[in-house]
């Protein structure tokens, strides 16, 4: 009996120790778990937080190249439009250029053909004059007056003109010539401001060309920039998407492991509890069954006052005593009867042999 108490003291002790070193691991398995689920949900939070980002990155550069596009197109536009204009503004300066030029050469040729010639020379001879009432710019009272001049015909002969009818024909030259001049004079100097109109037009065209051609290439180059990072937002996005989706398993996993670990860790203890109760009873009622058997050991009618006495005087009756009286009223399973006790006393006393049938408490 005394080995019995021995080897339920043992195994109940071995149990404690096995079941501490569970406990451990659950404890440590718990903690390192739970700290991995909270450093996942932290790196989530960081990831969500990152994807928002990236999200609005794209957003914000999409509507920037956006921007950058239109205004290719309106400034592409204006550079079509400009060009057209100028073209239109140098087709009417040629064509004003071009007339204004043969106005003052036919001008100057007039002029020089009247100062060269003598007023009694024919009228035949003054075809460069007639040639200038043909001119899209002479004015019309200028016209007049060449027509009126060239209506003039004076004799063939010079010698037959009297004094005052060459002095009339001489002074109506003079005053031809003079208009003419002064015809020549203001087409030199409509000339000279249409090409210095024409000088300023081309500059203004250039710089304007200039500074829509700058804008539109840096226009371009700020939005093949935006492009290249609006691609590298997609890929950090889709990198930082598929990092959270892992992350999120792997919690989800981590939690899962965590809660089954919890759970068996729970229902061991509870084992370990009840086990650890049951072989408490059973190591009592061997200390019990031991302590009868060495009071019975002790004399037999000794040891049942000594047993009345210590539990209780007056509180069992007299019964017979002696190993054949035991042996014979011990029970299948090993158990010897005791004195009868209080009423909310135990039967009997579970020995070894009870102990032997259930086996190793568990």
């Not at 390192?32 to 994807?51: M, P, Y």
């Not at 550079?79 to 106005?103: N, Q």
Request: glycine share 4%; net charge negative; hydrophobic share 40%.
């Amino acid at each position: 009996m005394e080995g019995m108490l021995e080897k339920g003291k043992s195994m109940k002790h071995e149990e404690q120790v096995q079941f501490a070193a569970f406990k451990q691991f659950c404890d440590d398995t718990s903690a390192a778990k739970e700290a991995a689920i909270k450093k996942a949900a932290e790196k989530i939070e960081v990831l969500k937080a990152d994807i928002e980002m990236h999200m609005a990155n794209i957003a914000k550069l999409s509507k920037e190249i956006a921007e950058h596009e239109a205004d290719i197109t309106a400034w592409t536009g204006d550079m079509k439009a400009a060009t057209k204009v100028r073209e239109i503004e140098k087709a009417a300066y040629d064509d004003m250029h071009k007339d204004l030029s043969e106005s003052v050469s036919a001008l100057e040729r007039a002029i020089q053909v009247l100062k060269t010639q003598a007023y009694d020379r024919k009228q035949a001879s003054f075809v460069q004059v007639a040639a200038l009432k043909q001119l899209r710019l002479i004015p019309e009272r200028a016209k007049r007056a060449l027509t009126a001049f060239l209506q003039e015909d004076p004799e063939s002969d010079p010698l037959s003109v009297t004094a005052p009818e060459a002095f009339g024909y001489e002074f109506q030259s003079h005053s031809i010539i003079s208009m003419l001049e002064k015809l020549l004079d203001e087409f030199i100097e409509e000339r000279t401001k249409l090409e210095k109109e024409e000088s300023n037009s081309i500059h203004q065209y250039k710089m304007l060309m200039q500074d829509l051609t700058k804008q539109t290439e840096q226009a371009k180059f700020d939005a093949s920039q935006k492009s290249e990072l609006v691609a590298k937002n997609k890929e950090d996005m889709a990198s930082a998407e598929g990092e959270l989706a892992e992350t999120k398993d792997l919690m989800d996993a981590d939690q899962k492991y965590l809660d089954d670990l919890t759970a068996e860790c729970t229902q061991k203890a509870a084992d370990f509890e009840s086990r650890q109760q049951l072989r408490a009873e059973e190591l009592v009622a061997i200390e019990k069954a031991i302590h009868h058997l060495q009071l019975f050991r002790e004399g037999p009618r000794r040891d049942a006052l000594a047993v009345h006495a210590a539990e209780g005087e007056g509180a069992f009756p007299r019964r017979p005593t002696g190993r054949r009286h035991l042996a014979a009223a011990a029970g299948p399973c090993g158990a010897v009867p005791a004195a009868p006790g209080p009423p909310h006393g135990q039967p009997c006393v579970v020995v070894a042999g009870c102990a032997r049938a259930r086996g190793p408490v568990r």
